[in-house]
């Protein structure tokens, strides 16, 4: 299984940014929990949002975490094996390294995307 994640970049404050996340390999997509991480500066990288797969009674609910609620959201399209994180108000310190993570009985990651936030 592998994740390609894309659509990082330099945006200023306030701006916004799509990330995507492409899944591959022998892997059931719909049916596992996709999410995203982020690691900024300094810190532990911390859980940004997840969404529910198919097979669960909250199929596409989105959890959210701290100051990203209200900001972020996460969406996923299974016929195109694909899990997306849009981005807004973004702030300088949402600059970091961006992963996106599988869940199917074993977690698979990304490489991680590149936000920086100018101020």
């Known amino acids: 299984v592998q994740l390609q994640a894309s659509g990082g970049g330099l945006v200023q404050a306030g701006g916004s940014l799509r990330l995507s996340c492409v899944a591959s390999?022998?892997?059931?997509?719909?049916?596992?929990?996709m999410g995203w991480y982020r690691q900024t500066p300094g810190k532990q990288r911390e859980l940004v949002a997840t969404?529910?797969?198919?097979?669960?009674?909250?199929?596409?609910?989105?959890n959210y975490v701290g100051s990203m609620k209200g900001r972020f959201t996460i969406s996923r399209d299974n016929a195109k094996n694909t899990a997306y994180l849009q981005m807004n108000g973004l702030q300088p310190d949402d600059t970091g390294v961006y992963y996106c993570?599988?869940?199917?009985?074993?977690?698979?990651w990304g490489q991680g995307t590149q936000v920086t936030v100018s101020s």
């Open positions: 993570i599988l869940r199917s009985g074993a977690d698979y």
């Open positions: 969404i529910s797969p198919l097979g669960t009674t909250n199929y596409g609910t989105t």
């Open positions: 390999g022998r892997i059931s997509f719909s049916r596992s929990h």
